[in-house]
Every structure is written in C-alpha cells, then in structure tokens.
C-alpha cells in the first residue's frame, strides 16, 4: 500500500526554480516528522531537508542552505519542497520520508520508516 506519493519533479534550467509535493496518510502526517532525500546517478541517498511534526524546526543539508524551503501542511497531509537557484548537482531523484523524530532521518544509518517512491528532478546546465 503506497502511503507517501511524491509529485511535481520535471526539467528546469539552472537558476530556476521547482516546487516539488509529498501526499500522504493521515496516520503518517498526524505522527511523524517529514523530510526530503534525494539520490543521484552512482551516488548513494542523501539527506536534504526535513520539517518537525508541527512545522516549528527545520533542518537542511549544508548544499541546499539558503536555496531550498521545507514547510507541511497537516490539514492536507501535504509537504512541499520549494527549490531555488537550483543547480546542475541538485540533478536527482527526489524521495519523501517520514520518521518519528527529524534526528532519525539526519542519522547515520537513517532511520526513516516510510519512503516514497521518487520524482525525478533535471536541473539542466
């Protein structure tokens, strides 16, 4: 059973700009800290941003500070990562994750425990 849908990837220019949108359950939404990781060709999965269950803390990987913006919304069991000034490296899949604390996802090993299935976002040079 699909719980976390992402959607919005696409092709940009650099400089550009791209919203990208997680759906999910409510049970996932109503208990979890959310957050994005991306992997990109032979590379491994990395952490890139997450948001607490209430929205009040962030965090970002130190190579997406100050372009990139994590927010949710728990009404629409919704989150949203708005990417700016996006670059030739941000090229990647995207993935959505959800885990109980936003430290469980910024750990090493993650311990997320749902995953998305991916979009795919081209940042073109």
């Known amino acids: 059973q699909v719980q976390l849908v992402e959607s919005g990837g696409g092709l940009v220019q650099a400089g550009g700009s791209l919203r990208i949108s997680c759906a999910g359950s409510g049970s996932i939404f109503s208990s979890n800290a959310m957050g994005w990781f991306r992997q990109a060709p032979g590379k491994e999965r990395e952490f890139v941003a997450a948001?607490?269950?209430?929205?009040?803390?962030?965090s970002y990987a130190d190579s997406v500070k100050g372009r990139f913006t994590i927010s949710r919304d728990n009404a629409r069991n919704t989150m949203y990562l708005q990417m700016n000034n996006l670059k030739a490296g941000d090229t990647a899949v995207y993935y959505c994750?959800?885990?109980?604390?936003?430290?469980?996802?910024?750990?090493?090993?993650?311990?997320?425990?749902?995953w998305g299935q991916g979009t795919q976002v081209t940042v073109s040079s």
């Open positions: 948001v607490s269950l209430f929205g009040r803390t962030t």
């Open positions: 994750a959800a885990a109980g604390q936003i430290r469980h996802m910024t750990s090493i090993p993650s311990r997320t425990k749902y």
